[in-house]
């Protein structure tokens, strides 16, 4: 493969799209071929790097950081989220009602105290 | 090194220096790829700042994504289109043309020097020259995403982002050796 040939594929080497063989041997020029190496390099370097490279200015980074401790700091001072006070009477009501159902089956189940006692008892005070 | 997720974890509890470490590791390949999308630099920094919020709003959703860093690039597109269709802007998505470069300092000698910043030149003006979707495909590959994370960002199969890949590399191809 001769450096004519290469050069116009370096960009799909470095993008990764040839296909196993021409790979191969772009691969094994690069190796040999000191020039098409220096090339591919500074082609790398050009794309992963480009002249325009840009960034946002301190104030807008300040204005960001900013808002995330704000953005933070009312998470953390928040007390309760939107769903958790309907989940909390959710487990109240079933706390109530499982005791009350626990009261009812102690109040007539088994071992509890004959109610006619009671009546006749209560008919009949002394 | 501590991982994205863990670096999202730490914002989520509370810790900013979780988002220091993020935005570290973000800003320039976000603030690169908003800029294809918008060439001003208030417009870029506005999104910029949005897409950083929105790992704070929806830290549920990026915890849920496959891959946090095409979760990102996604919303920042995502808000990079809501603008574009805000502004009812019908530009073209690339606009900026990057300036031409300075002679690089790993070039040994003033020949390889003068023929470097040729083929440097060519391969800028080609890049300014890439229609949009070309454009963001190649933002988001120089920033190190996979082609899945890729198809993700951009909704499409991935397919369709190896053609496109394809398509890219030719268009800069014959543009550079068109110039040379």
Request: charged share 25%; net charge neutral.
């Given at each position: 493969?001769t450096?004519?040939?290469?050069?116009?594929?370096?960009?799909?080497?470095?993008?990764?799209?040839?296909a196993?063989?021409?790979?191969?041997?772009?691969?094994?020029?690069?190796l040999?071929?000191?020039s098409c190496?220096?090339?591919f390099l500074?082609?790398?370097?050009d794309?992963?790097?480009?002249a325009d490279?840009?960034?946002?200015?301190?104030?807008a980074?300040?204005?960001?950081?900013?808002?995330?401790?704000?953005?933070?700091?009312?998470a953390r001072a928040?007390?309760?989220r939107?769903?958790?006070?309907?989940?909390?009477?959710?487990i109240?009501?079933?706390?109530?009602?499982?005791?009350?159902?626990?009261?009812?089956?102690?109040?007539?189940?088994p071992?509890?105290?004959?109610?006619?006692?009671?009546?006749?008892?209560?008919?009949?005070?002394? | 090194?501590p991982?994205v997720?863990a670096?999202?974890e730490?914002?989520l509890?509370?810790?900013?220096?979780?988002?220091?470490?993020?935005?570290?590791?973000?800003?320039?390949?976000?603030?690169?790829f908003?800029?294809r999308?918008h060439p001003?630099?208030?417009?870029?920094?506005?999104v910029?700042?949005?897409a950083?919020?929105?790992?704070?709003?929806?830290?549920?959703?990026?915890?849920r994504?496959?891959?946090l860093?095409a979760?990102?690039?996604?919303?920042?597109?995502?808000?990079?289109?809501?603008?574009?269709?805000?502004?009812r802007?019908?530009?073209r998505?690339?606009?900026?043309?990057?300036?031409?470069p300075?002679?690089?300092?790993?070039?040994?000698?003033?020949?390889?020097?003068?023929?470097?910043a040729q083929?440097q030149?060519?391969?800028?003006?080609a890049?300014?020259?890439?229609p949009?979707?070309l454009?963001?495909l190649y933002?988001?590959?120089?920033?190190?995403?996979?082609?899945d994370e890729?198809?993700?960002v951009?909704?499409?199969p991935v397919g369709?982002?190896?053609?496109?890949?394809h398509?890219m590399v030719?268009r800069?191809?014959?543009?550079?050796h068109r110039?040379?």
């Amino acid at each position: 493969m001769t450096c004519e040939v290469v050069v116009p594929e370096l960009i799909g080497f470095h993008f990764g799209i040839l296909a196993a063989e021409p790979r191969g041997r772009v691969e094994a020029h690069l190796l040999d071929c000191g020039s098409c190496l220096r090339t591919f390099l500074a082609l790398k370097h050009d794309l992963e790097c480009p002249a325009d490279d840009v960034a946002p200015s301190a104030a807008a980074r300040d204005r960001l950081r900013r808002a995330v401790v704000h953005e933070l700091e009312a998470a953390r001072a928040r007390p309760r989220r939107r769903w958790e006070a309907p989940l909390a009477l959710a487990i109240g009501a079933t706390a109530a009602l499982v005791a009350v159902l626990v009261v009812q089956n102690i109040a007539t189940g088994p071992g509890a105290p004959p109610r006619t006692v009671a009546t006749s008892a209560s008919m009949h005070p002394k | 090194m501590p991982s994205v997720e863990a670096l999202l974890e730490r914002l989520l509890a509370g810790d900013v220096r979780g988002f220091d470490l993020l935005y570290e590791r973000y800003e320039g390949p976000l603030f690169r790829f908003i800029r294809r999308h918008h060439p001003q630099q208030q417009d870029a920094e506005d999104v910029l700042h949005e897409a950083f919020l929105a790992l704070l709003r929806e830290g549920d959703a990026a915890r849920r994504a496959v891959s946090l860093r095409a979760w990102l690039f996604q919303v920042t597109r995502n808000l990079c289109l809501n603008r574009h269709r805000a502004r009812r802007r019908g530009t073209r998505a690339v606009s900026d043309h990057p300036q031409p470069p300075g002679v690089s300092a790993s070039v040994p000698d003033p020949y390889h020097a003068l023929e470097h910043a040729q083929a440097q030149q060519s391969l800028f003006a080609a890049l300014a020259a890439l229609p949009g979707e070309l454009a963001e495909l190649y933002q988001l590959r120089v920033s190190g995403l996979s082609y899945d994370e890729m198809a993700s960002v951009l909704a499409v199969p991935v397919g369709t982002v190896k053609s496109r890949m394809h398509t890219m590399v030719s268009r800069l191809r014959e543009e550079i050796h068109r110039d040379l």
